[in-house]
């Protein structure tokens, strides 16, 4: 196993508004990794940082142990919390975008997924409900073969009978050395596909533990402590 992604000292402020503080950070390989706290803690700053939509204010950050530019670009696969996708393309149009734009997007990975949610991919995405979007939106990224995959909010928009469906198919579909950091408020639903967690806080590493730790030592669920450490 080896380190996919290393922060050292990383900070980021907005003028004189410090989003994140000092981090220090070690991920493995191989890992699903829950990146969770309350608004407004720095979960989408740090996450612009990784694809490197953002420049530190202070620190260091390395993927795979490249700072952040063209190479680490090829190897992490990003989700944004918004749709990008121009809406009216059919989603075999955007799938052919993705084939010329990366040299690691697995078409067949992308049609077998779509099959699956029962997605035509003659459709245009503006005929397509806002959840159904996102489904689109997250087969593109999970398709590429990436080392890591960088997902913000990946189910928000997702009815909660798919949310399970959805993630299955995400396992099944990605390989086992890679990572996968996910954002998320919705902890209950996604913390059975987590191996780890990261508390962050006012811009701060609050807690990094696996799921199994906290089980055993708190005798409770990610979600039950994350409502008891951030307890408004
Ligand atoms: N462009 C910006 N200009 C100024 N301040 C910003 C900007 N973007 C974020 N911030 C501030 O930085 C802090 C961290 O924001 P960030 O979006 O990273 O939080 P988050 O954890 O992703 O929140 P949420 O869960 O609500 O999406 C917040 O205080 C936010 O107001």
Do not use: W
């Amino acid at each position: 196993m080896s380190t996919i992604l290393e922060c050292k000292n990383l900070s980021k402020a907005y003028g004189n508004k410090t989003a994140l503080s000092h981090i220090d950070l070690a991920l493995e390989s191989g890992h699903i990794i829950g990146l969770l706290g309350p608004n407004g803690s720095g979960k989408t700053t740090l996450i612009k940082l990784i694809n490197g939509l953002l420049t530190p204010s202070e620190g260091e950050l390395y993927i795979d142990q490249n700072p952040v530019g063209i190479e680490s670009k090829k190897i992490v696969s990003y989700l944004p919390d918004h749709t990008y996708l121009e809406s009216n393309l059919k989603v075999r149009e955007i799938i052919d975008y993705f084939k010329d734009f990366y040299d690691d997007f697995d078409e067949i990975r992308a049609y077998d997924m779509l099959a699956k949610l029962q997605i035509n991919p003659s459709d245009k995405l503006k005929t397509m409900s806002k959840g159904t979007k996102e489904k689109v939106q997250l087969i593109l990224i999970m398709s590429r073969r990436a080392k890591l995959y960088v997902l913000d909010e990946p189910i928000a928009g997702v009815d909660p009978a798919a949310r399970d469906y959805i993630l299955d198919i995400i396992l099944s579909n990605y390989d086992e050395d890679a990572t996968i950091l996910i954002s998320t408020h919705l902890i209950a639903d996604i913390e059975n596909i987590l191996d780890e967690v990261i508390f962050i806080k006012n811009g701060q590493i609050e807690l990094t533990s696996s799921v199994d730790e906290i089980r055993e030592s708190q005798g409770k669920s990610v979600d039950a402590l994350f409502r008891e450490v951030f307890k408004c």
